[in-house]
């Protein structure tokens, strides 16, 4: 898959806040997205409707091998529901138990495949030198 750069005040994640310093009322974003991240069918609904809605973020970032999709999943998520920051969820993940952040992790690898098989002819040919 070859990577798609866009500039970041373009990215539907960062027009939302998501890499802004810190959320008012954070304790109560907290447990939201502990709930959003614990419920397996909620966490992957909201993560299919945010490949649909934020298409640039999901390129950018999802497109990105080299980074940490699977923790882009879920602030991401976070951030489109609660308007949560990404340190805001990574706050929420650190209360998770192992069980409950192994459950969400396999949810964000099936969105992460969701992405790939719906983006695989799209970037397939990209980086093939063209005969004409």
Known sequence: ???IYKEHTEWECY???MYSPSNYNEECIIGKCIEL????????????????KWKISSDVNLSNTSQN??????????SFMF?????????????????????ANLIADKIIKVYESKNRELHQDMGRELLF
């Open 69 to 78: 999709r699977k923790s882009w999943i879920g602030q991401s998520a976070c």
């Open 1 to 3: 898959m070859k990577r």
């Open 15 to 17: 027009k939302n806040g």
């Open 37 to 52: 991240l614990s419920n397996c069918e909620w966490f992957f609904n909201t993560s299919l409707v945010v490949l649909n």
């Open 83 to 103: 308007g949560a920051t990404e340190l805001t969820t990574r706050k929420a993940w650190s209360r998770l138990d192992k069980d409950t952040q192994d459950k």
